[in-house]
T-cell receptor, first 115, second 116 residues
Framework: KNQVEQSPQSLIILEGKNCTLQ??????????LRWYKQDTGRGPVSLTI?????NTKSNGRYTATLDADTKQSSLHITASQLSDSASYIC??????????????FGKGTHLIIQP | DAGVIQSPRHEVTEMGQEVTLRCKPI?????LFWYRQTMMRGLELLIY????????DSGMPEDRFSAKMPNASFSTLKIQPSEPRDSAVYFC??????????????FGPGTRLTVL
């Protein structure tokens, strides 16, 4: 069964500190992996997408890594800001077609940045 | 573009009542998705449409739930009769699905449903 596991479930860090969120998946075959950021009361917004051949991709202070061999991804946030407080959801596409029947969602990591 | 538009943003109703949620996808997108989000279960895909045709409704909880997409710019999700366990945030998302697309979904702001 295709699964996406995220850890930790929740995380509290001080403003300015770095943090890393983890995503492990068992989805196969693998097409791509996307990280979404969901602010409270809003819909998820895509941060980055990674395909099989990509190891690292950055979007400002967000850096995602992918190890397709171990089926692990991480999202690293550098110099955290209060606006980074949100839920971060890992979504893996498991077929080449990209239809919704190939999507598997993680339950997300709830990140709180404290001043 | 205004993005995905959902209405209402909040809905409070009593058990047994009919609830209709509405969604307008991004113009030009050919796929539309309905999700339900709760703290316990996270985001769950209920149903998705491609070119207005329902492709997979296996996530629809039971017969009380139904969804329609009469045209490319409008979709509804209906719950009849509603139950307290249906309380959740319902998201609509749209995307441009195709061989060269990266299947990014653009989400609406959601409808927070409370069934008393």
């Amino acid at each position: 069964k295709n699964q996406v596991e995220q850890s930790p479930q929740s995380l509290i860090i001080l403003e300015g500190k770095n943090c890393t969120l983890q995503c492990n998946y068992t989805v196969s075959p693998f097409s791509n992996l996307r990280w979404y950021k969901q602010d409270t009361g809003r819909g998820p917004v895509s941060l980055t997408i990674m395909t099989f051949s990509e190891n690292t991709k950055s979007n400002g202070r967000y850096t995602a890594t992918l190890d397709a061999d171990t089926k692990q991804s991480s999202l690293h946030i550098t110099a955290s800001q209060l606006s980074d407080s949100a839920s971060y959801i890992c979504v893996v596409t498991g077929n080449s077609g990209g239809g919704a029947d190939g999507l598997t969602f993680g339950k997300g990591t709830h990140l709180i940045i404290q001043p | 573009d205004a993005g995905v538009i959902q209405s209402p943003r909040h809905e409070v109703t009593e058990m047994g009542q009919e609830v209709t949620l509405r969604c307008k996808p991004i113009s030009g997108h050919n796929s539309l998705f309905w999700y339900r989000q709760t703290m316990m279960r996270g985001l769950e895909l209920l149903i998705y449409f491609n070119n207005n045709v329902p492709i997979d409704d296996s996530g629809m909880p039971e017969d009380r739930f139904s969804a329609k997409m009469p045209n490319a710019s409008f979709s509804t999700l209906k719950i009849q009769p509603s139950e307290p366990r249906d309380s959740a945030v319902y998201f609509c998302a749209s995307s441009l699905f195709g061989r060269n697309s990266n299947n990014e979904q653009f989400f609406g702001p959601g409808t927070r449903l409370t069934v008393l």
